[in-house]
């Protein structure tokens, strides 16, 4: 069984702490870890951040919702998900990501976790695991799925080099010119096309005898 | 990150061959693991009778395209898919599953598949691997998911006893009897219950710093 990993912002939605710095007026929030490498450090400085301007997790989702997906992001994940399985491969959190998976419908996602507190205070998160998303298609593949990944960023080399078959989507020129051996396509048809031929390419070895595979 | 497993026939849908039987008035098809305990043999005497019958894959999709969801599942895993990700998790075929699965919005579904011929001939299957439902809950457990289970079968007992919590939905009196330890729920609303109570338990151990879990 052939199915298809998804990185979620930049392929499906907007990069949520910049769009969410736009929509809530709060410039600090487009700090990445370009300018502060230690992840941790970034999420304690964004959850102080929040704690001080008093945005709770019902607010923060309230400004999320005004937020949508990409142009044309639902109708490419109707059109793949009417050809194969589809799980949705993100280093975001749960909470953060429903408003806008809501507007997808509901495709599954494997993500992070906030803690939140009683009064709704976003007080801490959980990463389920480092690298996970290279971890997540290596245990897909492992019961035998063949996974076809794709991604924008340089978090989503190892999970489309771990994969079957991959490309990148609309990934910075420095991304493409450090991994020239990868396809990297522009528009939901390209990246539909290269998921079409990776479906209908053959099963490697005999189809035959109901065997495992 | 929690997240549910669900079987998907007699959980979600009706089961597959019985209602194609039905719908296609071929009652030799109602034949299953009961009456022929080698599956490899059942398969091949279901798929030479299709053949015979000159029903092709688009035939029995037209067919199954006239079933309809069990009452109630697409309003279930509608409430479920908002509050938390989900796999199906079946012994059916992907293309067999596909009519009812569009009905249900397209959820994740791990299975198996069937191999087609050009002229749309049903020839063969693959089966993804044996106990391959036990397997994805193991995977899925592997990268730091927890995992609740429910299904209705002697071949869903693996698959719920592997994971982090689970019930059994709807299951015949002997499944019952023999797993008195699990719980068995009737209704959508009993199962959400049990789901509910599962997702919302604290997590065990400390919660800050935003510690791998």
Chains 1, 2 share one sequence.
């Not at 487009?30 to 607010?59: A, N, Q, S, V, W």
């Not at 803690?115 to 593949?141: C, F, I, N, W």
């Not at 079957?164 to 989507?169: A, N, Q, V």
């Not at 420095?174 to 522009?186: E, H």
């Amino acid at each position: 069984m052939r199915i298809v990993c998804l990185d979620l912002e930049g392929v499906l939605i907007p990069e949520i702490w910049i769009a969410f710095s736009e929509a809530s007026g709060i410039p600090e929030l487009r700090r990445t870890t370009r300018d502060e490498p230690d992840y941790d450090k970034l999420m304690r400085f964004r959850l102080d951040l929040l704690r001080k301007r008093g945005l709770r997790l019902r607010d923060i989702q309230a400004v999320i919702n005004t937020m949508e997906p990409l142009d044309g992001a639902w109708e490419f994940l109707r059109s793949l998900r009417e050809r194969t399985q589809v799980i949705i491969l993100s280093d975001t959190f749960e909470q953060f990501a429903k408003p806008l998976m809501a507007k997808l419908d509901y495709p599954t996602l494997f993500c992070n976790t906030l803690v939140v507190d009683p009064d709704g205070t976003v007080s801490d998160y959980r990463l389920r695991q480092k690298e996970g998303k290279m971890h997540a298609v290596m245990a897909l593949k492992s019961i035998n799925l063949e996974i076809f990944a794709a991604g924008d960023s340089f978090n989503d080399l190892a999970m489309i080099r771990q994969a079957d078959g991959g490309c990148l989507f609309r990934a910075p020129t420095t991304i493409q010119n450090s991994c020239q051996d990868l396809a990297c396509v522009q528009t939901y048809d390209e990246l539909l096309a290269q998921i079409d031929s990776f479906l209908s390419a053959k099963a490697v070895g005999p189809a035959n005898g109901g065997r495992i595979g």
